[in-house]
């Protein structure tokens, strides 16, 4: 096991002969130049490397003593009120003489104490009480320290308070829940306190609550795991997981289980949600269109735009069915289990549609005739929605569609025959035929307002084709979680 401990150094870390050096600059000089001549006291630091060892006796342990070193000039060469220079105040001579000491008494412990002076990427000259500046410098500092390490222990006594603040705040952000932090006071029994535990965890509710801003659920997941929020609200983040990734099933069975933990109106939430998968799981056409939609726009949301492209185009073949389905009345599901009963019923019902079939006859594409009786594919369920646009009849004759409905499909025609404009982006990427990148800029380009506009566009024609509208369950996840994360925060 290895382990990292770190600590800044101060005026009261040393006693020499019982007494602590007034000038730590001068002072320190001479007790290192005479180090021999005297009895050497580490009232904080060795309490503290005794309580560690007591935890970790067969580690292998380093340490690390942060100092003041800082340049010779007329703001370090002034004096404070009790006449002593700031640059007097480092702490460079209070380090030699602990990493000799700690060296000697932890010798079969500690394999190796290193003096780090307190500097940013360009070196000493700051002023390490200022916290901006100081917690600057620590994080130039850690990224230079090792971070393999099965644990990080930093003692929070000794040094000066904004350089404990900014090592203290940097090493949870570096080594996260590998950090703990060990108290020394005065007399009194060394603890370590969980101080370390909490930060940790708000910092992963924070970023649990950014990741959500992004609708990113599995990285807000991840985060919320680690953060010690309640099962409710992990089981909620799982739902939104495995619902986006269209598992629906998984997505059922945490919906359940939140149901089961969670209580108020975070219970009714879960009930809904568990409800509003059943259309999904018959495998509605208008259900899963919303859906498709709301998870384009969260592709859209986390710059995924080859996943963005993907889902466009499932949505444009969704709603091409879904028209070819109400108006037409023709089955296109064509899957393995379905396909022998619904061929056959697809070409007898168009058999029994002559001004249908003439239609289809008529259509050619690059120069061929239009294979319809293959099955509703893409370009023949273009030629059926056309079809229906221009006022083809049934059987009895009468209008597939009114015209008001007509117009309105118009409306639907025009935005799917925008989006086509993607076509050759998607076929050139990798979810399709190729390996060419997808960038935002590239979609710009090709689409009229934007990758914006494609999520507004998709809304337009869920509206247009009568679809009933629903509130996304993904806002609503990100609402109700971001709410309860935040308060955890506040508390």
Same mark, same amino acid.
């Given at each position: 096991?290895k382990?990292?401990?770190?600590?800044n150094?101060?005026n009261?870390?040393?006693?020499a002969?019982?007494?602590?050096?007034n000038?730590?600059r001068v002072?320190?000089e001479?007790?290192w130049?005479?180090?021999?001549?005297?009895?050497?006291?580490?009232?904080l630091i060795e309490?503290?490397?005794?309580?560690?060892?007591?935890? !970790?006796?067969?580690?292998?342990?380093?340490l690390?003593?942060f /100092?003041?070193?800082q340049?010779?000039?007329p703001?370090?060469?002034? @004096?404070?009120?009790?006449?002593?220079?700031?640059?007097?105040?480092?702490?460079?001579?209070? #380090?030699?003489?602990? +990493?000799?000491?700690v060296s000697e008494?932890?010798a079969?412990?500690i394999?190796?104490v290193?003096?780090v002076?307190?500097?940013n990427?360009?070196?000493?000259d700051?002023?390490?009480?200022?916290y901006?500046?100081?917690f600057? @410098?620590y994080a130039y500092l850690l990224?230079?320290?090792?971070?393999?390490?099965?644990a990080?222990?930093?003692?929070t006594?000794?040094g000066?308070?904004?350089?404990n603040?900014?090592l203290q705040?940097? @090493?949870i952000? #570096?080594?996260?829940?590998r950090?703990h932090?060990v108290?020394?006071?005065?007399g009194g !029994?060394?603890?370590?306190?969980g101080?370390?535990?909490?930060?940790?965890?708000?910092?992963?509710?924070i970023?649990?609550?950014?990741?959500?801003?992004q /609708?990113n659920?599995?990285?807000?997941?991840?985060?919320?795991r680690h953060?010690?929020v309640e099962?409710?609200i992990?089981?909620?983040?799982?739902?939104?997981?495995?619902r986006?990734a269209?598992?629906?099933?998984?997505a059922?069975?945490? #919906?359940?289980?939140a149901?089961?933990?969670?209580s108020?109106?975070?219970?009714?939430?879960?009930?809904?949600?568990?409800a509003?998968l059943k +259309?999904l799981?018959k495998?509605d056409m208008a259900?899963?269109l919303?859906?498709?939609?709301?998870?384009?726009?969260?592709?859209?949301?986390?710059?995924r /735009?080859?996943?963005m492209?993907?889902?466009?185009?499932?949505?444009?073949?969704?709603?091409?069915?879904?028209i070819v389905?109400? /108006?037409?009345?023709? &089955?296109?599901?064509m899957?393995?289990?379905?396909?022998?009963?619904?061929?056959?019923?697809y070409?007898? +019902?168009i058999?029994?549609?002559?001004?249908?079939?003439r239609?289809?006859? +008529?259509r050619?594409?690059?120069n061929? &005739?239009l294979?319809?009786?293959?099955g509703?594919n893409?370009?023949?369920?273009?030629?059926?929605f056309?079809?229906?646009?221009?006022?083809?009849?049934?059987?009895?004759g009468?209008?597939?569609?009114t015209?008001?409905d007509?117009?309105?499909?118009q409306?639907?025609?025009?935005?799917?025959?925008?989006?086509d404009?993607?076509a050759e982006?998607r076929?050139?990427?990798v979810?399709? !035929?190729g390996?060419a990148?997808v960038?935002?800029?590239?979609?710009?380009?090709?689409y009229?307002?934007?990758?914006?506009q494609?999520?507004?566009?998709l809304?337009k024609?869920?509206?247009l084709?009568?679809?009933?509208g629903a509130?996304?369950p993904?806002d609503?996840?990100v609402e109700v979680?971001?709410r309860?994360?935040?308060q955890r925060?506040?508390?």
């Open positions: 096991m382990i990292l401990i770190m600590c150094l101060g009261s870390d040393l006693l002969d019982g007494k602590r050096p000038n730590l002072e320190g001479q007790l130049q005479t180090f021999a001549e005297h009895q050497f006291e580490l009232p309490p503290c490397l005794k309580f560690i060892q007591q935890k !970790h006796p067969d580690a292998e342990a380093r690390i003593c /100092y003041t070193d340049p010779e000039n703001k370090t060469m002034q @004096a404070d009120r009790f006449g002593v220079r700031l640059r007097d105040k480092d702490t460079v001579w209070v #380090a030699w003489i602990v +990493q000799r000491l008494r932890f079969n412990w394999e190796q290193q003096p002076r307190i500097e990427r360009y070196g000493p700051l002023n390490p009480s200022i901006d500046e100081a600057e @410098a990224t230079r320290v090792e971070h393999d390490v099965d990080c222990y930093i003692l006594a000794g000066i308070p904004a350089c603040f900014a705040l940097q @090493a952000i #570096a080594y996260a829940d950090c932090f108290y020394p006071p005065e !029994h060394v603890t370590e306190l101080i370390g535990e909490k930060m940790s965890r708000a910092f992963q509710r970023n649990a609550m950014t990741a959500l801003g /609708y659920f599995p990285a807000a997941l991840l985060s919320a953060a010690g099962e409710w992990l089981r909620l983040l799982e739902y939104a997981v495995y986006e269209f598992d629906f099933r998984r059922q069975d945490v #919906a359940t289980k149901e089961r933990v969670a108020g109106t975070n219970r009714d939430l879960c009930r809904e949600l568990s509003d +259309q799981e495998n259900a899963l919303r859906e498709v939609a709301y998870s384009a726009e969260i592709a859209w949301r986390n710059s /735009y080859a996943d492209l993907g889902r466009i185009f499932r949505f444009q073949e969704g709603v091409l069915r879904w389905e109400r /108006y037409l009345g023709l &089955p296109t599901d899957s393995k289990e379905l396909r022998e009963v619904n061929v056959k019923r070409r007898e +019902q058999e029994a549609t002559p001004d249908l079939r239609f289809l006859e +008529q050619t594409i690059d061929q &005739p294979r319809y009786a293959d509703p893409r370009p023949v369920m273009q030629a059926m056309e079809f229906v646009l221009e006022g083809g009849t049934r059987a009895d009468t209008p597939c569609a015209k008001k007509r117009e309105r499909l409306g639907v025609h025009a935005r799917l025959n925008k989006l404009a993607l982006l076929n050139q990427s979810i399709a !035929h390996f990148g960038s935002e800029e590239a979609i710009n380009n090709l009229q307002g934007g990758a914006k494609i999520v507004d566009d809304k024609i869920i509206e084709l009568g679809i009933e509130t996304s993904f609503r996840i979680v971001q309860a994360l935040k925060l506040d508390t």
